[in-house]
């Protein structure tokens, strides 16, 4: 039992008790060389994943299946107000506070609803996120389960994005359209006069 317990705490690929025999060391040796080139590949996947999911534009948070916190990339953690390792193991709720920006109310727990019906689930209209300092930020976007092999939900990953300039965007399109319609009408009413008299 020491022995084991000494061996644990190298995290060794194996090990072998003495005596033993040629063709037994061997099948260790061989195991072990498998073991740590597997584990290797896994350290490769894992570093390619961060770094894709590091580089995207738009903001991803990901949770466990109790919609804990597991993962923020530089936008997420920009707009949230949060870093990664303050949000880890949090309640999405904390970190991804929402609310409808018309009514006040926070928003529909979309985690939750993934979680629980295990299907795609966009935000709703006007939702607005509360950063940790109490910014208000327009967001748009989608909630979508993280799945197994055997369809096994194991967590959400949240993909939002800041849409303030978007919406500036309609709002002056919007004034432009009415400023138009407006002179439209004017125009409009002088030629009718101008044709009456």
Same mark, same amino acid.
């Given at each position: 039992?020491a022995?084991?317990a +000494?061996a &644990? ?8 008790? &003495?005596?033993f025999?040629? +063709?037994e060391? /061997?099948t260790?040796?061989?195991? /072990?060389?498998y &073991?740590?080139q597997a584990?290797?590949e896994? *350290?490769?996947?894992r570093?390619w994943? *961060?770094?894709?999911?590091?580089s995207?534009g738009?903001a ?9 916190v597991?993962? !923020?990339?530089p ?8 870093t990664?390792?303050? /949000?880890?193991?949090?309640?999405v709720? *904390? ?7 018309k009514?006040r109310?926070?928003?529909e727990d979309?985690?939750?609803k993934?979680?629980r019906?295990?299907?795609i689930v966009s !935000?709703a209209? $006007?939702?607005?996120?509360?950063? @940790?300092d109490? *910014?208000?930020?327009?967001i748009?976007d989608?909630?979508a389960p993280i799945?197994?092999?055997a369809? +096994? ?7 939002? $994005?800041?849409?303030t300039?978007?919406r @500036?965007?309609?709002e002056? !399109?919007? &004034? ?5 319609e +407006?002179q439209?009408? @004017?125009r409009?009413a002088?030629l009718?006069?101008?044709m009456?008299?």
């Open positions: 039992a022995t084991l +000494r &644990k705490l190298t995290e060794p690929f194996g090990y072998i008790l &003495k005596p025999e040629e +063709r060391l /061997a260790h040796i061989e195991m /072990a060389l &073991k740590h584990e290797q896994l *350290r490769r996947q570093e994943l *961060r770094v894709t999911l590091t995207i738009d991803v948070l990901a949770t466990d299946d109790a919609g804990r597991t993962f !923020l990339n936008v997420a953690m920009e707009l949230t107000g949060w990664d390792t303050e /949000a880890a193991g949090q309640p709720e *904390r970190v991804f506070r929402i609310i409808n920006e009514t109310l926070p928003a979309i985690v939750a993934v979680l019906d295990g299907v !935000l209209n $006007h939702t607005a996120l509360i950063s @940790r109490g *910014r208000e930020i327009p748009e989608s909630a799945q197994d092999d369809g +096994r939900v194991l967590g959400v990953v949240l993909v939002f $994005h800041d849409v300039e978007k @500036r965007a309609q002056a !399109l919007r &004034k432009a359209n009415d400023e138009l +407006r439209v009408q @004017r409009t002088a009718g006069n101008t009456e008299s």
